[in-house]
């Protein structure tokens, strides 16, 4: 799974990475994340046509923008916003029959930038080492998601939180290296992709889910402090110094 994620980067450069077309959130910056947990508040890239002020679009393409969201997806016939905690995470090999996806996967398709995201590997005994894995070429990961949007039945249509923005990322099976920290890994949707995956109008882009390639991707031993999500700071990607270290091979 992909439970932790790092996600530091300035929205000016996301704007700039993505080529985004327009800020969803003009007036909003998250903070440089360490730590990203679920039921936080992260940015996502998607097209959407764009809407004024009293919700009537403005005209019929879809752009490309960035947003703000909650992480952990919330499908929009919930009962009440809570399953999003549960929803973190979309099998890639089911995500196309479950109830929660499937709608989804079809028109709302986004992209979830980090810097790189943990994993836990299994040591001698109840013990865990966390792992930082982030693209060799020290670039974006443009981790592959989707979104939806649920209504508040207990506030005004008048409201700005009448509506939430919620996501999900997609999971595969590490394999070689990454294989031996954990079994899943987030999948990853190169550059040259980018367009099609985001494009509403594509209704089937599940030939457009390729697993990073074997050299793609590098991992190495930091502290355990990211364990806490009270920790958070550039020292949680800090690599482990000394002999002891866990090192993949």
Known sequence: MCGRYASARKKQELLEEFQV??????????????????????????????KDDGGESRGDEPVRQLRVVRWGLVPSWAKDPSVGSRMINARVETVAEKPSYRRALKSRRCLV??????????????KKQPFFIHPADGGVLAMA???????????ADDDPLKWLC????????????????????PMMVERERWEEWLDPR????????????????????????????????????????????????
């Open 21 to 50: 077309e327009l800020d969803g959130v003009p007036d909003q910056e998250l903070r440089p994340d360490y730590n990203v947990a679920p039921t936080k508040n992260v940015y996502a890239v998607m097209c959407r046509v764009p």
């Open 113 to 126: 930038p980090a810097d790189g995201y943990y994993e836990w590997m299994p040591l001698e005994g109840k």
């Open 145 to 155: 998601g989707l979104y939806e949007f649920w209504k508040d039945p207990t506030r």
């Open 166 to 185: 919620t996501c999900t990322v997609i999971t595969t099976t590490a394999t070689d290296k990454l294989g031996r920290i954990h079994d899943r890994m």
């Open 202 to 249: 594509v209704t089937d882009a599940t030939g457009l889910l390729v697993p990073a390639g074997p050299d793609r991707l590098e991992a190495y031993a930091v502290s355990d402090a990211v364990n806490s999500v009270r920790h958070n700071g550039p020292e949680l990607i800090e690599p482990l110094e000394g002999d002891d270290v866990p090192r993949l091979l």
